[in-house]
């Protein structure tokens, strides 16, 4: 099967990632299965549709950075979609624009978040 992407922003998606976004159709179980889907500005599968429609807001959400790459969104997608993948795609775009997004100094209640959370957005930052 072969899979022709042709806007900008979910071809580079593509590109990055090896994901078609269209595959998914909004179910929302993703967001569902988020453990820190409380904590973000946008659930994944939101994000998922700005891609879905080039909409370049998807690359300023603070839900890319809040990404815990736990895989349960992946594990629970019916349609097979990484979304982890996609997500991570997200910040290589961000970070190839040389948009800094997250000053670990700068977070508040940073003894509230998730640790895991932390430490995987402070890894996805400092290479």
Known sequence: ???KITLSLPKKVFEIS???VYL???CGKCSAGCPIADKMDYLPNQVIHFVQMNNEKALS???IWACAECFNCTVICPRGLDVTKVMEALRIIVLRKGI???DLNKVEKIEELPQIA???ASRKLTG
């Open 100 to 102: 800094y997004k997250l």
């Open 61 to 63: 959400t603070k839900m």
């Open 1 to 3: 099967m072969t899979v």
């Open 118 to 120: 932390l430490i995987a």
């Open 24 to 26: 998914c159709y909004q």
């Open 18 to 20: 090896g994901e078609n």
